[in-house]
């Protein structure tokens, strides 16, 4: 590749268009970077689950595989990067192969090393620390970005929890989160002593907690991409929470919204400039690439406050990397590979977030992330396959085709559904089905699913289909209380 | 399976004729490396004078009963014996009253079946016997109850098998902390999680192996792997990680009543039959320190004990599957 500096989109665009490095996406699913291979020659998917049964072209996944006894997505990507068709696969198509996440930890990157990788994300330990909630209030509280009222300590009792709060003068209506964590699976509504004693084990001896005054509020997401030219800043995303069609977890994420009129332009632009000044912090914290920040909107101020930061691609990425601006300049993620890439660029930041901020560069997308929410357990033997759905008259949701691009969606009577749980699988609460993927509105004004949504998951579950395990069954007492005697 | 539950207040004729009965199966077991593999008779004693210096003196009695030999004794002291696995799931309930619920997966025919009730040393305990005064699971009129699972790592290393760490536990402990403090100091020989869980509700995990320093979690819930799945095939074998994952969600998900809590665990994917391939719930186990109450539970069944008016007796349980 020539040596000269990339001045403008276009030139961006050729540069990766052109590419030769091969450059890996390792992950459970690909379904973060969705697309993300037509934008980059030599750009493939090492994958654990098939959601394509094989169809899609850029999708690697090795074929002996056991299964699933993973406790994290660091665990399956080590797997991954430590079997052999895997590294026969980089091995064979040569080159200087670059690595991406969704997760990874040091031994992700200590099996990077050995493979002669390099991996295009700052340091695992430098975003765990980023990770941190407790950092991340640090970080904002320097940036000038707010978080919630709340106080840091560590709790060793629901009394001391009390006194904790009570000196902080947050009340006693309080969400706790750990340090770490995500999808609702570490975030504890905490009102009364049996509230904590429902989470105790979770929260007295995990360290400092971040302990917050509860808020009535909506959930936001937004991505933005900290380049050395200054930070680029997506579209205000809306947040699905805790639907139980969708999901068992109390305010777990289970999706997101695009489109341009979910906040009012107050609230979109007031948004964008604390993602911006948090992408600056970060980058004088040392941290530079992809990152995702949620705010927690006031349903009765509008006020903005920090709820978390993600330092890394999340699972609503697919959503601003498909957004219509990324189809008319290019995907926010395409900039972090090229902040990556040690390729010079200049890139006027503050006119392409102008652009990115008009209300035309976005068109109207959802995602919902459905997980069985039924309290059972048995062994999934039909699951709906990847590819476009349609909706019937009746309600009815049939396949359609396949395919494994979402922009081939053409109406709201479509879906794009990617599949995760696969036949022969456990079918446990909380296990994910898939994602599906429309076009408009998922959600009401107020923020509750719509009727159109509720169809469209009706639809899916329906055609999930599981058949019990084993129950065993011992006699009832066969009372025999004359044992042998000593 | 013959189920008894037996009570002597001291050690005496009923124990003997115990160790006369299962000590045939439990010597050829404890020879199955040769006798050089373990500890000599004084080692052992030095070990137990060591580590638990409270029960050296029922330690000698109990040799004394069972024949006074240097096999028994050496068998008697638990001082690293043969590697044994078990599967196993325990929890505590998250409601108001300390329950807390176990199931003891294993093999059906190289488990006593014996709920022992003792009052050795002046203390009353009563519990499932292994290896005639080892404990898996119990109460102590103090109020507090303890239980074991696997800890699902391949390590073995000197030190204790783990009934007889519970039984000392159970003899010598009154509150969660006390045992938190022992669990932490004494050697085992293999990895377990062991979980106390006292009359005031106060409860910890201790994830004990035996080439590193114990962990004292406030884990609620324990099945068979410690803070990483190490040994990915007894893991994937018995399912620690769905079990776990299994039970957190039942804990933190659901304001489950108490019977429906303990009901998860008469039902898979708690609930296992895999006899043919090794290990079965062999019983589930509901200990209830403040009212100093157990139950042995059986898909259909449940058979109450408690610590202050036990009542001997017997049942023929048949686990489906189980020899």
């Known amino acids: 590749m020539s040596a000269t500096v990339l001045k403008n989109i276009s030139e961006i665009r050729r540069f990766f268009h052109r590419n030769d490095d091969p450059v890996y996406f390792i992950s459970a699913t690909n379904f973060n970077l969705l697309g993300l291979d037509e934008w980059v020659k030599n750009f493939k998917y090492i994958c654990y689950i098939d959601c394509y049964g094989g169809k899609h072209p850029n999708v690697f996944c090795p074929s002996e595989q056991p299964h699933a006894e993973f406790q994290s997505i660091e665990d399956i990507n080590n797997y991954l990067l430590q079997h052999k068709e895997v590294i026969d696969f980089i091995k064979r198509r040569g080159g200087k192969p670059k690595f991406v996440f969704l997760m990874f930890d040091e031994e992700t990157e200590r099996l990077s090393k050995e493979l002669g990788a390099d991996v295009w994300f700052p340091k695992a330990k430098l975003r765990t620390k980023m990770d941190n909630k407790i950092e991340t209030v640090r970080i904002g509280n320097k940036a000038g970005v707010p978080s919630v009222p709340n106080v840091l300590a560590e709790v060793k009792s629901y009394e001391n929890l009390r006194a904790t709060c009570e000196k902080a003068g947050i009340g006693h209506d309080l969400v706790l989160q750990s340090a770490f964590g995500d999808s609702g699976h570490t975030t504890f509504f905490i009102k009364s002593e049996a509230d904590f004693r429902r989470h105790e084990h979770e929260i007295i001896g995990e360290g400092e907690i971040k302990i917050m005054k509860r808020i009535d509020c909506r959930g936001s997401a937004i991505e933005a991409c900290a380049t050395k030219e200054g930070t680029i800043v997506g579209p205000l995303m809306t947040e699905l929470v805790g639907f139980k069609d969708l999901t068992p977890y109390r305010g777990g994420w289970c999706g997101n919204e695009i489109l341009s009129t979910a906040f009012p332009p107050k609230v979109r632009q007031k948004a964008r400039e604390l993602t911006f000044k948090f992408g600056e912090q970060l980058r004088k914290e040392g941290y530079r690439g992809y990152f995702e920040l949620d705010f927690l909107i006031d349903k009765k101020t509008g006020d903005l406050w920090l709820g978390e930061l993600n330092p890394r691609i999340t699972g609503a990425s697919s959503m601003t990397n498909h957004a219509a601006f990324a189809h008319a300049d290019a995907p926010l993620f395409l900039f972090h590979l090229l902040e990556f890439s040690k390729k010079k660029f200049e890139l006027d930041t503050s006119e392409l977030n102008n652009r990115w901020a008009n209300p035309d560069m976005i068109d109207s997308w959802s995602q919902m992330v459905i997980k069985h929410t039924d309290d059972n357990v048995d062994i999934c033997t039909a699951s709906p396959e990847t590819g476009i759905y349609k909706m019937l008259e009746d309600g009815r949701v049939v396949f359609d085709r396949f395919d494994y691009h979402r922009r081939a969606v053409e109406s709201e009577n479509e879906a794009f559904f990617l599949r995760i749980l696969q036949p022969g699988d456990y079918r446990y609460e909380g296990a994910d089905i898939g994602i599906l993927v429309t076009r408009g509105r998922s959600m009401t004004k107020a923020f509750q699913l719509n009727e159109r949504a509720k169809k469209w998951i009706h639809g899916i579950k329906r055609t999930v289909d599981g058949k019990p395990l084993a129950v065993a069954e011992a006699g009832p007492a066969l009372a025999d209380p004359a044992f042998k005697i000593l | ?323």
Request: aromatic share 12%.
């Open chain 2, 1 to 323: 399976m013959l189920w008894r539950a037996i009570s002597e207040e001291q050690p005496g004729p009923k124990w003997a004729g115990l160790f006369n009965e299962y000590w045939p199966d439990y010597h050829r077991w404890w020879l199955k490396e040769g006798d050089k593999a373990r500890p000599t008779y004084a080692q052992s004693r030095r070990a137990l004078t060591t580590h638990m210096p409270e029960i050296v003196p029922l330690y000698d009695e109990l040799c004394e009963l069972a024949g006074g030999g240097d096999h028994a004794a050496r068998f008697l002291s638990f001082d690293t014996p043969p590697a044994y696995l078990a599967g196993c799931s325990q929890a505590i309930w998250t409601g108001k009253e300390p329950v807390m619920v176990r199931n003891y997966d294993y093999k059906a025919n190289a488990f006593d079946s014996l709920v022992l009730h003792t009052g050795w040393q002046g203390r009353r305990v009563m519990g499932t016997s292994d290896g005639l005064w080892g404990l898996v699971d119990g109460v102590n009129d103090a109020g507090l109850a303890i239980s074991l699972t696997f800890g699902g790592r391949r390590v073995v290393g000197t030190g204790f098998g783990v009934p007889l760490i519970l039984r000392y536990v159970m003899q010598t402990c009154e509150t969660a902390e006390e045992a938190g403090k022992v669990l932490a100091r004494v050697p085992t020989h293999m990895s377990y999680n062991v979980t106390v869980l006292d009359r005031k509700r106060n409860y910890l995990t201790a994830m004990m192996a035996p080439d590193r320093p114990a962990i004292i979690t406030h884990a609620a819930v324990a099945t068979n792997h410690q803070e990483n799945v190490e040994w990915v095939s007894h893991a994937r074998f018995t399912a620690t990680v769905e079990r776990e994952r299994f039970l957190l969600q039942r804990l933190t998900l659901h304001r489950d009543p108490e019977e429906k809590f303990i009901g998860a665990f008469l039902k898979p994917p708690l609930y296992s039959t895999a006899f043919n391939a090794g290990f079965g719930t062999l019983y589930t186990a509901v200990y209830r320190p403040r009212k100093r109450e157990m139950e042995l539970r059986w898909p259909g069944t449940v058979w109450p004990l408690s610590l202050n008016e036990f009542v001997e007796g017997g049942r023929h349980v048949r686990v489906p599957g189980a020899a």
